[in-house]
Nanobody, 122 residues
Framework: QVQLVESGGGLVQAGGSLRLSCAAS????????MGWFRQAPGKEREFVAA???????SYTDTVKGRFTISRDNAKNTVYLQMNSLKPEDTAVYYC????????????????WGQGTQVTVSS
């Protein structure tokens, strides 16, 4: 069983930056694919970025060039560096883990954190 805890969310002005962290416990995530998703009020949960166990990364088009996903297996932690933030990035951001899947479908991830709120003001 893997437990995930996100942190680093907050209120930031448009153009600013935040770094989200997802700390895992229960077992090593070194062989897990990790994903970041977000959900805005009234909208479905959407894919943001994912990283494979060998650190191959993928992003949704709207964040390419602005967000960077990374992992530190020694710290059992995954990060999402978010730069040039826009009001439309406002959402609750969730971390997810899966042993075999590293794609964009949230239904295929087995483990989820509780989420951290990111609010970008204009």
């Amino acid at each position: 069983q893997v437990q995930l805890v996100e942190s680093g969310g907050g209120l930031v002005q448009a153009g600013g930056s935040l770094r989200l962290s997802c700390a895992a416990s229960g077992r090593s995530i070194s062989t897990y694919a990790m994903g970041w998703f977000r959900q805005a009020p009234g909208k479905e949960r959407e894919f943001v970025a994912a990283i494979t166990w060998y650190s191959g990364a993928s992003y949704t088009d709207t964040v390419k060039g602005r967000f960077t996903i990374s992992r530190d297996n020694a710290k059992n932690t995954v990060y999402l560096q978010m730069n040039s933030l826009k009001p439309e990035d406002t959402a609750v951001y969730y971390c997810a883990a899966d042993v075999g899947y590293s794609g964009s479908d949230p239904r295929k991830y087995n483990y989820w954190g509780q989420g951290t709120q990111v609010t970008v003001s204009s």
